[in-house]
């Protein structure tokens, strides 16, 4: 999977269906305070999961629901499954009942367009994470790990949510994911091998991604880090370390 600074498809349907675990959907619901586009696509989303509850009702005879996946890696793969059974997005089967949702959540986003968060003040972390982080990102409890990066956690029952406090030029180790991850940028840019990352923007990674993002000189770069399972650094010694730095 290649980062393309917004939430993939799977992501939004399991975010819509309420299927993806705590962390990564906090995560989730910050980044579409922030992104007009991603709040349009989860209108989309919405629209087909309705269409494949109908349709799952339809080939049964019940009017009961489908029972959501589990959280985790394993439902978000499924959904993503789910979704290319004919290579057009969403199984044939329920394809003309979507079409019909989709059709009129467009029309809803013409007439009633998602509006962008409101611009207050600064210090105020997205709504998403204040019962997580507390309300203002000068209350935060920060955490040294090396020079240069600092780390506040939040409690959740699945994953792990934490933001990082990151001065400019500073290196991050190299590393990939055990599952997934959404890291979403809050505060400052920075760069790796899929491109510049700006606030607002999140990279919505899976096992298959290794990068090593370097903060841009343009300031403090805060991010905000939600995963499902560890980290897996390159780095031995930093492997032996990753109990105490708790990702």
């Known amino acids: 999977m290649k980062p393309q600074h917004h939430l993939d498809d799977a992501t939004l ?27 349009a696509r989860l209108r989309q989303a919405d629209a087909v999961g309705g269409a494949l509850l109908e349709a799952r009702a339809g080939e049964t005879g019940r009017d009961d629901a489908t029972p959501l996946p589990k959280p985790g890696a394993q439902a978000r793969a499924a959904m993503l499954q789910r979704l290319d059974a004919d290579g057009s997005g969403m199984p044939a089967a329920i394809g003309q009942v979507a079409d019909a949702q989709i059709a009129a959540a467009q029309v809803a986003d013409v007439e ?28 935060l409890q920060w955490r040294f790990l090396a020079p240069g990066v600092r ?12 933001l990082l406090m990151l001065s400019p030029g500073v290196r991050m180790p190299e590393h990939g994911h055990g599952s997934a991850e959404l890291s979403l940028v809050l505060r400052g840019a920075y760069e790796d091998r899929f491109g510049i990352f700006r606030a607002g923007d999140i990279a919505d990674l899976d096992c298959d991604v290794e990068h090593q993002p370097i903060v841009a000189d343009e300031g403090i770069c805060i991010t905000l880090g939600a995963t499902d399972a560890p980290i897996r650094f390159k780095s031995w010694g930093l492997r032996l370390l990753q109990p105490w730095f708790g990702m």
């Open 151 to 162: 780390m506040a956690k939040a409690r959740v029952s699945q994953g792990r949510l934490f």
């Open 112 to 139: 009633h367009p998602p509006r962008p968060p409101v611009q207050g003040d600064e210090d105020c972390l997205p709504a998403a994470l204040r019962p997580y982080f507390g309300t203002r990102y000068s209350g």
């Open 13 to 39: 349907v399991s975010y819509s269906a309420g299927a993806l675990p705590e962390a990564l959907s906090v995560a989730a619901g910050a980044h579409l305070e922030m992104c007009l586009h991603c709040r």
